[in-house]
């Protein structure tokens, strides 16, 4: 998958990208990620990008027409791309979104809004996927481009260790374990689940369905 980000700090991104299973998979090219900085496509000779909202109102917004070119340059030329504009309003992203996203497309655009948003003209240009990670303010989209891309990503096939690591493919429980058996804190003892020693892999599947999210 190709992933072009339209943001004002692409420097943000590269301690997350850096690290293992993202940092392997744009190694191996299984991702590509490319950056398209509103500042670049700005004609002001300051490559100012915020102004204050018709309307009045608090904070600056950031301008219609350095976003609308950044892109149209991440398009270029193809005809089937999604573009996710973020909006703590939009719709919730899920795991079945990310699914879609990988199955139908190679090339993703998101657009990370800062300070109050994007001018929302941007979004009469190009049809876009209004898109909310969660039910609270960010200072920005790019933490929610990152979700979106280490969702995705780990839905590639070839990205994780097996394909059985997906949740959706075994009984996945949110409380795991490894060594030791007992663990010794502060004078408590802390000790594993006895069916996880059992090797009866009946139990197990019912123990863990039982605790799955
Ligand atoms: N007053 C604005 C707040 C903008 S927050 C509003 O209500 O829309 C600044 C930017 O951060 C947004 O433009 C969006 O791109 C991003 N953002 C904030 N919260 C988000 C969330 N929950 N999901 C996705 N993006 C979010």
Do not use: Q
């Amino acid at each position: 998958m190709h992933f072009h980000i339209v943001t004002l700090f692409p420097e943000s991104f590269s301690s997350y990208l850096g690290t293992s299973i993202l940092s392997r998979a744009l190694e191996k090219k299984k991702i590509k990620v490319f950056y398209y900085n509103p500042r670049d496509f700005t004609a002001d000779k300051h490559r100012r990008v915020d102004h204050r909202p018709y309307g009045g109102g608090p904070g600056m917004v950031l301008e219609a027409e350095a976003v609308i070119k950044a892109i149209a340059k991440a398009k270029g030329r193809r005809k089937k791309v999604k573009i996710i504009f973020f909006s703590p309003t939009g719709g919730l992203f899920t795991n079945t979104y990310a699914e879609n996203l990988v199955k139908k497309y190679t090339h993703v655009i998101f657009v990370c809004g800062r300070y109050e948003g994007v001018d929302a003209r941007v979004k009469k240009v190009f049809p876009m996927d209004d898109i909310s990670i969660g039910p609270y303010i960010l200072t920005g989209g790019e933490l929610a481009a990152l979700v979106i891309m280490d969702t995705t990503t780990r839905r590639i096939p070839g990205v994780i260790g097996t394909y059985e690591s997906l949740e959706e493919e075994r009984i996945a429980s949110s409380d795991v374990y490894t060594r030791p058996e007992i663990l010794f804190y502060k004078g408590k003892k802390y000790k594993v689940p006895k069916v996880l020693l059992s090797g009866h892999h009946k139990n197990i599947d019912v123990w863990r369905a039982k605790r799955e999210k």
